[in-house]
Nanobody, 126 residues
């Protein structure tokens, strides 16, 4: 099983980035997928989650209205479109997969996710 995150980079405040996560070795379409992030010295925090059919999603309050999660099951891909980036968005971003096809009530808890990608760095300067 592999989740490969990509698309990070160094940008200015107000810019946009689109992160990608490619999954392999799992029945991708049956998993809830999520993005988390971790800044230096801080705990890993939830960013966004999407259920198997894209009919339901969740966002952290800090990114609502700026970030959008979507997926393409036919390509085993999940994305995170990040707009209006802020310096506080600077972190290592991880994609994660939960075996449940629906979004758990504990969607913001890292330990419910079975598989994790390696992370892609996003740096936003002011």
């Amino acid at each position: 099983v592999q989740l490969q995150a990509s698309g990070g980079g160094s940008v200015q405040a107000g810019d946009s980035l689109r992160l990608s996560c490619a999954g392999s070795g799992i029945t991708f379409s049956s998993y809830t997928m999520a993005w988390f992030r971790q800044a230096p010295g801080k705990e890993r925090e939830f960013v966004a989650a999407i259920n198997w059919s894209s009919s339901s999603s969740r966002y952290a309050d800090s990114v609502k209205g700026r970030f959008t999660i979507d997926r393409a099951n036919a390509e085993n891909m999940v994305y995170l479109q990040m707009n209006s980036l802020k310096p506080e968005d600077t972190a290592l971003y991880y994609c994660a997969a939960d075996r449940r096809s629906y979004i758990s009530d504990r969607y913001a808890t890292p330990r419910i996710y079975t598989y994790w990608g390696q992370g892609t760095q996003v740096t936003v300067s002011s």
